[in-house]
């Protein structure tokens, strides 16, 4: 079974962008646990002592990220970096749907299919946690990224996971597609 070494909390909070004020901030809260991996350096087709393991991951990981964020989650993303010794499969065993149900029920729902990414890397890798609306996947306004790396971590069976969340879109937001007032009707989002 996994056991978790580690968990890092990073909350950022954009005040300007392009010389002007961002009102109300632009916080992006990346929440990482590194994780020892249970199939590194050997392949079997079944993972579910990752699946199993991620559910109270899950759930650990999004309170810490909802309280670190202090209002409403509006958006958010997940990825996963594995050490050398696993396989990118392995990381994304930790971010599937026993975890990924685990985070919408934290931040309020969340309709929209959590965005993820994966990757093979030593410690200190980076990675772009990709993020979208949690309930309006095609809101362009929420398509951004958070970089997070962990300076001591994926070891070689190691896997860090992220899970990311921002409270609004982009500042200064002009391209155009679909606006999220757009999208909100009486009943809510549809």
Known sequence: MPTMRKIVTIVEDGLTEAGLPVDPLYRKVAVAAVISNPYAGEFSEDLSEITDFSVGMGEMMAARLVDAMGEQVNGYGKSSIVGMNGEVEH????????????????????????????????????????????????????????????????????????????????????LGGLLLENMIGEDGLH
């Open 91 to 174: 990381g994304h065993a930790f971010l599937t749907t026993p975890m990924a149900d685990r985070f919408r029920k934290a931040v309020g729902g969340g309709k929209a299919w959590i965005s993820s990414s994966g990757k093979r890397g030593g410690p200190g890798t980076a990675i772009d946690v990709p993020l979208a609306h949690k309930d309006a996947l095609k809101v362009r306004s929420f398509y951004d990224t958070m970089t997070v790396s962990v300076p001591d971590a994926p070891g070689p069976n190691e896997v860090v996971i992220v899970i990311v969340g921002v409270n609004r879109g982009r500042p200064n937001f002009r």
